[in-house]
C-alpha cells in the first residue's frame, strides 16, 4: 500500500516561492508506470491539477501555471517537489501529492500573506 505524506511551511510571503515535499512510502517512486502528481485546493473552489513527475523522471505541468513551477524527485529518498515561484493570496489552497494509482496524501494547507 503506496502512502504519501506532503510537508513543508504552511504560511509563505507573498513573491516568494512556495516549496513542498511529498514523501511516498510502500514503495518506490521510479516503479515502472507511475506518476506522482501534485493537485491543489484553493479555498471555495474545485481541485487543481498542477504537475506530475513521472517514473522514469519525465515532467508536465498545467498551461496556466506552467511558468511559475516546477518539480523534482530525489531518488535516494523516495520524495518529490514542488516549488512555485512569485506566489500571490490566490495561491492559497490545501495542496495534495498523489499517485495516477489513486493514493492520496491527507494535504497541507498554505497561506500566502504578508
Known amino acids: 500500500q503506496v502512502q504519501l505524506q506532503e510537508s513543508g511551511p504552511g504560511l509563505v510571503k507573498p513573491s516568494q516561492t512556495l516549496s513542498l515535499t511529498c514523501t511516498v512510502s510502500?514503495?518506490?517512486?521510479?516503479?515502472?508506470?507511475?506518476?506522482w502528481r501534485w493537485i491543489r485546493q484553493p479555498p471555495g473552489k474545485g481541485l487543481e491539477w498542477m504537475g506530475s513527475?513521472?517514473?522514469?523522471?519525465?515532467?508536465g505541468y498545467s498551461p496556466s501555471l506552467k511558468s511559475r513551477t516546477s518539480i523534482s524527485r530525489d531518488t535516494s529518498t523516495n520524495q518529490f517537489s514542488l516549488q512555485l515561484s512569485s506566489v500571490t493570496p490566490e495561491d492559497t489552497a490545501v495542496y495534495y501529492c498523489?499517485?495516477?494509482?489513486?493514493?492520496w496524501g491527507q494535504g497541507i494547507q498554505v497561506t500566502v500573506s504578508s
Open positions: 510502500g514503495g518506490s517512486i521510479t516503479t515502472s508506470y507511475y506518476y
Open positions: 513527475i513521472s517514473y522514469e523522471g519525465n515532467n
Open positions: 498523489a499517485s495516477n494509482f489513486g493514493s
